[in-house]
């Protein structure tokens, strides 16, 4: 899953000491290649060395990074040694990130996590927007498992009558974060349950289906314009901007961002798109953690959009989405509507792993400019609406409906 990232705010000496410390660690640079996996025999002892390096640099790294000294109640040290023979047996790449995750879960961090080497590929390969393998459906974590929460009118899953509210429970007789990523062409077993806890079994292939719009501006009526995107970097966000500004030409009877299924990106460009919304100079956030803290300040943009505003929120809604929501809320600038959000809300850093996977590390936490933790809470809307399954299935918007005839209400 994609997280915030450390932004290069800090300045001065601290900046420094920090750059000085930290320089060694292979963190994950922008706009750098993905590294080539390295590929052993499974089950081979060339397999098991590699398993060692990564374990062995990936448990160090947390150790140094992770956020908070008291590693959540855990003894990092020991548990890391305990189940570090029972992880680097495992006989093949998933297996063992499987495994791994297994240990990473105990410090109770969702943005602590490990990517295998295939699976990386397959998802920068997303974020890049290059070709990829689908099912055609999309999945959201609960602590109830994964559920699927679209399906696409193309691909395999619709095809197979894969339904909206489905638990996956396994893909080819793997939990989902142990399995292979879809490929062209491959068909794999899903087996789900349904919502009155009957088992489904379905067979689905690996399609390159066309990529989906990740950015969306329409006009609807009442004179409501609606913006939707997908995450925070650069790039988005100057095209948010340029819409916020035609927005404030245009003067409409109010603004829609929907940040559903968003799951953050970089803070710097939430930043920047929240200088689109606000008059003056606004506390964004404050970040604490075993270093320094810090606070997060939005600037105005040049063209703000400074009129009736609606936030959309949902289960999908993390990091850098939920920090945006929340300080537009909390200073009153905006309403949110929609679902309580996922709250995963820390700061993370990403590191190479030496087998060419990826190490996700929460180093900071984020709290709201009046200091509210939204990590394990999330945002609560103002305007609280959950759809049913029904509805969902039916492909009805009752959220952005009702965001629509609020604004076309009181303009």
Not at 289 to 315: K, N, Q, S
């Amino acid at each position: 899953m994609p997280c915030i990232r450390l932004s290069p705010i800090l300045i001065g000496l601290t900046a420094l000491v920090l750059a000085a410390c930290q320089s060694a660690l292979p963190y994950v640079r922008s706009g750098e290649p993905t590294p080539a996996p390295v590929v052993v025999a499974d089950g081979s002892a060339e397999r098991r060395a590699v398993n060692e390096q990564v374990y062995d640099a990936a448990t160090a790294w947390v150790e140094q990074l992770f956020y908070r000294a008291d590693f959540n109640g855990v003894d990092w040290p020991v548990v890391a040694a305990q189940r570090r023979e029972a992880v680097v047996a495992q006989a093949d790449e998933f297996a063992f990130y499987d495994s791994f995750n297994e240990v990473l879960e105990v410090l109770d961090d969702r943005h602590t996590n490990a990517m295998a080497p295939h699976r990386r590929q397959r998802n920068e390969a997303i974020e890049r927007g290059d070709h990829h393998a689908s099912y055609g459906m999309a999945l959201r974590w609960s602590p109830d498992g994964w559920f699927v929460h679209s399906v696409r009118g193309d691909g395999s899953a619709v095809e197979a009558g894969v339904q909206i509210g489905w638990r996956l429970e396994t893909l080819n007789g793997r939990p989902l974060e142990g399995a292979a990523p879809p490929a062209d062409g491959r068909v794999d077993e899903a087996v789900f349950t349904d919502e009155h806890g009957a088992r489904q079994v379905r067979s689905l292939t690996g399609e390159i289906l066309p990529a989906e719009p990740r950015r969306t501006v329409e006009r609807l009526d009442g004179g409501v314009i609606y913006v939707a995107f997908e995450d925070f970097d650069g790039p988005t966000a100057d095209w948010v901007l340029e819409q916020l500004a035609m927005a404030a030409a245009e003067n409409p009877s109010g603004v829609i961002i929907d940040l559903r299924e968003n799951d953050g990106g970089q803070i710097n460009a939430m930043l920047r798109i929240m200088g689109g919304l606000i008059e003056r100079k606004q506390t964004a956030a404050l970040r604490t953690g075993r270093l320094i803290d810090l606070r997060y300040e939005a600037e105005p943009a040049e063209a703000p959009w400074l009129g009736p505003l609606v936030i959309l929120a949902d289960g999908g809604s993390a990091s850098a989405s939920e920090i945006l929501a929340a300080a537009l809320q909390e200073s009153g600038r905006a309403v949110v509507m929609g679902e309580q959000t996922t709250g995963i809300v820390v700061l993370s850093n990403t590191l190479n792993l030496p087998d060419g996977g990826r190490l996700s590390v929460g180093v900071h936490e984020l709290r709201t400019p009046s200091r509210v933790v939204l990590e394990g809470r999330g945002v609560i809307p103002d305007v609280e609406i959950v759809p049913t399954l029904a509805q969902r299935r039916a492909d009805e918007d009752v959220i952005l409906a009702a965001a629509v005839a609020r604004l076309a209400a009181n303009p």
